[in-house]
T-cell receptor
Framework: GESVGLHLPTLSVQEGDNSIINCAYSNSASDYFIWYKQESGKGPQFIIDIRSNMDKRQGQRVTVLLNKTVKHLSLQIAATQPGDSAVYFCAENGASGGYNKLIFGAGTRLAVHP | EAGVTQFPSHSVIEKGQTVTLRCDPISGHDNLYWYRRVMGKEIKFLLHFVKESKQDESGMPNNRFLAERTGGTYSTLKVQPAELEDSGVYFC?????????????FGSGTQLSVL
């Protein structure tokens, strides 16, 4: 498994606070976006996705917002818990065909403090 | 149900040697992908199989990399000869359907260190 990179931007939050992780994507033609969570020693794990015909989607404690005008994606985590500590990646689907050729962002480390 | 499994989890080799990484996708998943993350950079697409056929290998960095999926089950990624810049984490992922927005399931990756 991977020890995640040492030089990622880090967001530090207090347990119970809300977290907002931001991401800028590159391709205005991308029509599908995903947020992944990667814990140390594990691979990326799907959190939530959104299609380009939506601007907001909610899951359990997570919300993804999409602003196509400025090519910006955000992940909001409500009532952040220690188990949310991980590296979070946004990804866009860059494939013109029908398959998952994902373009990942650099990642943001979320550190949750008790 | 078992997830995507990758072997080995870590591999340390010397420059010039050969390494073979293996990926076992989730049973029944026809679509298999290889991605990698080198030197703390972004995770990048390498290639995509549908069953045993390569659909897109545009992300393969050079001809030192060879991916196979004989029989359409597990896949191997061979690096021969390995170079220092090949160090990184190699992820395999699989999905059930061929659709663009099918959920990808990732393995834990193989950490490759080339010395």
């Amino acid at each position: 498994g991977e020890s995640v990179g040492l030089h990622l931007p880090t967001l530090s939050v207090q347990e119970g606070d809300n977290s907002i992780i931001n991401c800028a994507y590159s391709n205005s033609a991308s029509d599908y976006f995903i947020w992944y969570k990667q814990e140390s020693g594990k691979g990326p794990q799907f959190i939530i996705d959104i299609r380009s015909n939506m601007d907001k989607r909610q899951g359990q404690r997570v919300t993804v917002l999409l602003n196509k005008t400025v090519k910006h994606l955000s992940l909001q985590i409500a009532a952040t818990q220690p188990g949310d500590s991980a590296v979070y990646f946004c990804a866009e689907n860059g494939a013109s065909g029908g398959y998952n050729k994902l373009i990942f962002g650099a990642g943001t480390r979320l550190a949750v403090h008790p | 149900e078992a997830g995507v499994t990758q072997f080995p989890s870590h591999s340390v080799i010397e420059k010039g040697q050969t390494v073979t990484l293996r990926c076992d996708p989730i049973s029944g998943h026809d679509n298999l992908y290889w991605y990698r993350r080198v030197m703390g950079k972004e995770i990048k697409f390498l290639l995509h199989f549908v069953k045993e056929s390569k659909q897109d290998e545009s992300g393969m960095p050079n001809n030192r990399f060879l991916a196979e999926r004989t029989g359409g089950t597990y896949s191997t990624l061979k690096v021969q000869p390995a170079e220092l810049e090949d160090s990184g984490v190699y992820f395999c992922a699989s999905s059930q359907g061929p659709g663009k927005n099918e959920k990808l399931f990732f393995g834990s990756g193989t950490q490759l260190s080339v010395l």
